[in-house]
C-alpha cells in the first residue's frame, strides 16, 4: 500500500463540546482520529501519524493558538496520549493549523512518503475564502493533499469556504471534503465509507449525504463491507477470533471428508474381495477340469492295467477297488482251472 505521513488535526474549540453527534462532538472525532491512525498503519507498517490541535485561547500566553500534540510515530499510545492531554477551548484557526500541520510534514524523517493532513471542523472559520483559496493552491504546490471532515456547523457560508478550499488543494493524490450531517450514526463510521479511508473507489462523500438520509444509509452499508461485517481496525481482536474459528470449521470439515473418502474406499475394497469368493466357489461346484484332473491324478493303476483308487469314486468315475485278498483267491481259482 501507499507510504504516507499523515497528521491528524482535531477541532478542539468550544463548539466540540454539543453533543448532537454521539456521543459528543470530540469524542467522536477522538475515535474517529484513532480509526485513522489504525488505518494508515495496517495499510503500511511504516506510515506513520501525528497529531495536533486546531483551536486555542487567543488571550493565553501558553499558548495562542494551534499546537502539535504528538509528533509523527507508528505508536498508537502516544495518539491516546495525546487525545487525552487536548483541552477544549478557545476558537478554532483553520489556516494556522493546516500550516503548522505542513511544517511538520517537512520533518518527516522518511522523505519518499506522501504527505496527508486530515483536519476536522466542527466550528465556524473565521478566515476569508480567498485565504483559504490562497492556502489550498500553497498545499498543492507543495504536493500535501488535505482532506477535510466537516460536522456540526455546516451552515451555507462555511461549506462554501470549504468547497473553494477544496477545489484550490484538489491535486493528483486527491483531497477529499466529507461532510457528515447529523445523525444516529457514528462519525467514524461515515469516515470509513468516505474516499478518505475506502481510497479513490470509494463511494463520493461530502454532498451525497446532504441530500437525504438514503446518502448517509448507503455509506453506513458500505461501512460493513468487511470480512465477517467487522472492520479489523475497530475491533482487532473479535476480528482474530472469527478468522480463527472459520479456520478451525474448515479443517474439521476437511477431517470429516478424509473420514469419509477412507470408509467408502475400505467399503469398496471388500465388496470386491467377497465378489472374488464367489466366484471361485461357483468353478469349484461345476465340477471344473482343474478338480477333474486333480481327481484323475489320485486314481493308481495297478499291474493288470486296472485302475484303482478311491478319488476315482469320489468323483462319480466307475472305478473297481480290488483288495490283496481278492487278487490272490482270483489267482488260485486261475491254478485249479489249469489243472
Same mark, same amino acid.
Given at each position: ?109 522518511? !522523505? ?48 462554501? !469556504? ?178
Amino acid at each position: 500500500m501507499v507510504l504516507e505521513s499523515v497528521m491528524i488535526v482535531v477541532d478542539n474549540s468550544e463548539s466540540s463540546r454539543n453533543g448532537d453527534y454521539p456521543p459528543s462532538r470530540w469524542s467522536a472525532q477522538s475515535d474517529a482520529a484513532n480509526l485513522i491512525f489504525h488505518s494508515k498503519t495496517q495499510d503500511n507498517p511504516e506510515s506513520s501519524c501525528g497529531l495536533m490541535s486546531l483551536a486555542g485561547n487567543a488571550n493565553s500566553s501558553s499558548s495562542s493558538g494551534p499546537e502539535i500534540l504528538t509528533t509523527l510515530t507508528t505508536n498508537p499510545g502516544k495518539i491516546l496520549d495525546g487525545l487525552h492531554r487536548t483541552k477544549i477551548r478557545g476558537t478554532a484557526h483553520f489556516s494556522t493549523g493546516v500550516s503548522i500541520a505542513s511544517l511538520a510534514l517537512k520533518h518527516r524523517q522518511n !522523505k519518499s512518503s506522501r504527505q496527508r493532513i486530515v483536519v476536522f471542523v466542527c466550528s465556524p472559520i473565521l478566515e476569508g475564502e480567498a485565504a483559504l483559496v490562497k492556502l489550498g493552491k500553497r498545499m498543492k504546490k507543495n504536493g500535501t493533499s488535505v482532506d477535510v471532515v466537516a460536522f456540526g456547523d455546516l451552515t451555507d457560508e462555511n461549506l462554501g !469556504k470549504l468547497r473553494a478550499f477544496n477545489e484550490a488543494v484538489k491535486g493528483g493524490d486527491g483531497s477529499h471534503l466529507e461532510i457528515v450531517p447529523p445523525g444516529p450514526n457514528l462519525l467514524s463510521d461515515s469516515i470509513v465509507a468516505s474516499p478518505i479511508l475506502a481510497g479513490e473507489g470509494g463511494p463520493q462523500g461530502g454532498e451525497g449525504g446532504m441530500e437525504g438520509g438514503s446518502g448517509a444509509a448507503g455509506r453506513a452499508g458500505a461501512g460493513n463491507d468487511f470480512e465477517f461485517g467487522v472492520d479489523p481496525s475497530l475491533d482487532p481482536e473479535l476480528a482474530l477470533v472469527l478468522r480463527m474459528s472459520m479456520e478451525e470449521e474448515r479443517e474439521r470439515q476437511a477431517r470429516e471428508q478424509r473420514t469419509a473418502d477412507e470408509a467408502e474406499g475400505k467399503t469398496k475394497l471388500e465388496s470386491v474381495a467377497e465378489e472374488g469368493g464367489k466366484a471361485e466357489g461357483e468353478i469349484n461346484g461345476a465340477g471344473g477340469p482343474g478338480e477333474t484332473g486333480a481327481a484323475q491324478e489320485n486314481v493308481q493303476i495297478d499291474g493288470s492295467g486296472e485302475a484303482a483308487g478311491s478319488a476315482a469314486s469320489t468323483m462319480g468315475l466307475e472305478t473297481e477297488v480290488r483288495r490283496p485278498e481278492d487278487k490272490k483267491k482270483e489267482g488260485e481259482g486261475d491254478e485249479m482251472d489249469t489243472a
